[in-house]
Each structure stands twice: as structure tokens, then as C-alpha cells.
């Protein structure tokens, strides 16, 4: 699979906006896809929030692997961060959030009662592109004041919303400028966070297909009937004849193939699956 590099033009303005915004801000809540926890993990984010307590959002977890989602939590929470699990559509998702955003803010609220103060705190909302950021805003307000959508880059501008007790920050989804690790960049591929446009389908349906193979194959067993995993091209080849994705001759329908293994995989179809494990990033930093 060819190196996959996305940072567009607009990315590099939202973040210097970010940064002129941080000091307005008590907290950052940071959205991450419960399906790729560290790969949506954008380092970057890091240096514009400074020590500004963040809670990371282990978003879309209806759609990931439950077991190693909790897993997720503790290492977050080993690490002293706060973090939760959520399914933004689901509106038992909001009295969570809530309740993780009182906690972070429970001291500050506290000192300014004492002062006489009733102030309402701050959140910038942030992360990569497509993890739910805008919905979960949505979910928070009660109504849907910010726009959504199933394709990266639906979010352009930085803007104030007023969601209950807190204003929340929505802001673009923003990736670092060069991916480092070609392998979390696949997997971002996978979830829907780069463009598609830029991308070769047929490779991404290939890599995938390989890592679900070692990793849930029971998964494509169930959903595609594979029970050979030994080549990708002969997984991706099971998956147009199990779909009658054919051509004339008896050629097979590639392109139909990619395009419904990724829809698949992005809509749950394949099964309740997280790409990554928390025991393999014991040294991480972030």
C-alpha cells in the first residue's frame, strides 16, 4: 500500500485559530474512534492545549470491541487522564459526559462560588476528522446546532456553542501534518478520517481484510463465508463472489468489492471490532 500523507490547507488555519482560543478555554474534550484509540490520538493537539485538563472521548464504541475498549480506559486512566466511552447517538451518552465534565471542573467551580462567582466553563472540542466531534456537541446541546456528517472534513470553522452548563468549542477535525506511523494511517483509512478520494480503495479493502483476518477472523468468516486467510487477494476475491460483485466474463467486480468491505467495516456489518490493543503501547506518550 503506498504511503498515505492528508493535511489540507484548512487544517493549518483551524489550529492556529485553536491556539488563539486556548486561554478562553477551562478543558479540551478530545474525541477519539473507540475503533483506533491511539491512532486517533493527534499529537499536535497536545502542544495547543498546554495543561489544560482533557478528557479523551472513546467515541463510536457501539461499533468497537467492548473488552478492549475497557482496556483503553484503564490505560488512560492509568496514566492519570480522564476518559469514558460513548456512543454519541445514544442520549443515556450525555448524563456521562456531563457528569466526567463536572468532575474536571469541580474544583474551579468551587473556588469562584466561594469568590461569589456563577461562571460557566469552557471546552474546546476537538480531534481527528470523522470521530464524532460535531455529533457529540449535538448530543450535549440537545439540538443539532453543528453540522455532521459520515465524510472527514465536514467541519470547516471554529465556533462558540452553548450546550447546558458549559459553552463548548467545536472545532475542525485536524490531522498532524505528517503521518510518522504508516500503520495507525491505514487505520484511519479503515474508519472513514481520510479523504477517500486520495486513497486507493482496493488497497485499503486489501490491508484490511489482512488485518481483520489476524485479528477477528471469525468475523469474515460470519459475514463473507472466508475460511481460507492466506492471501488478501484471494479474502477480497471470496468477498465479490460471496456479494455477485462480478463483471462479464467472469471477471470480478474490484471496485464494488473495496467499496463494500470498507462500508461494512465503517457500519458495524463485519462485527464489533477495535484495530488496536492497549498492551502494545506501554511506552506511548501523548
Known amino acids: 500500500m503506498k504511503n498515505i500523507q492528508w493535511f489540507p490547507g484548512h487544517m493549518t488555519r483551524a489550529m492556529r485559530d485553536m491556539e488563539a482560543k486556548r486561554d478562553l478555554c477551562d478543558g479540551v474534550i478530545c474525541v477519539l474512534d473507540a475503533r483506533a484509540p491511539i491512532a486517533t490520538v493527534n499529537k499536535n493537539l497536545k502542544k495547543i492545549f498546554g495543561e489544560k485538563p482533557i478528557l479523551y472521548v472513546l467515541n463510536k464504541a457501539d461499533l468497537a470491541d467492548n473488552a478492549k475498549v475497557d482496556a483503553f480506559l484503564k490505560f488512560f486512566e492509568g496514566r492519570g487522564r480522564y476518559a469514558v466511552k460513548c456512543d454519541s447517538t445514544n442520549i443515556s451518552t ?55 456528517g459520515d465524510k472527514a472534513g465536514v467541519t470547516r470553522d471554529v465556533r462558540w456553542l452553548k450546550c447546558g452548563g458549559f459553552d463548548l468549542l467545536d472545532t475542525p477535525g485536524t490531522m498532524p501534518p505528517s503521518f510518522d506511523n504508516q500503520y495507525h494511517a491505514r487505520h484511519l483509512a479503515y474508519i472513514g478520517s481520510i479523504n477517500d478520494d486520495i486513497l486507493d480503495m482496493d488497497d485499503v479493502a486489501l490491508e484490511l481484510l489482512s488485518e481483520l483476518a489476524e485479528n477477528y477472523p471469525e468475523c469474515l468468516t460470519e459475514r463473507y463465508g472466508i475460511t481460507d486467510f492466506s492471501e488478501k487477494l484471494g479474502m477480497y476475491e471470496a468477498v465479490c463472489k460471496r456479494r455477485g460483485f462480478m463483471l462479464r466474463g467472469g471477471d470480478f467486480d474490484y471496485e464494488r468489492g473495496a467499496k463494500a468491505i470498507i462500508d461494512d467495516f465503517r457500519k458495524g456489518r463485519i462485527g464489533k471490532i477495535t484495530l488496536e490493543k492497549a498492551s502494545d503501547y506501554t511506552d506511548f506518550e501523548f
Open 94 to 148: 450525555k448524563r456521562i459526559l456531563l457528569q466526567k465534565l463536572n468532575a474536571i471542573t469541580e474544583e474551579k467551580r468551587e473556588r469562584a462560588l466561594a469568590k461569589g462567582l456563577n461562571r460557566t466553563f469552557r471546552f474546546m472540542v476537538a480531534g481527528i476528522p470523522n470521530t464524532g466531534k460535531s455529533t457529540i456537541v449535538n448530543l450535549l446541546s440537545g439540538q443539532k446546532r453543528a453540522k455532521t
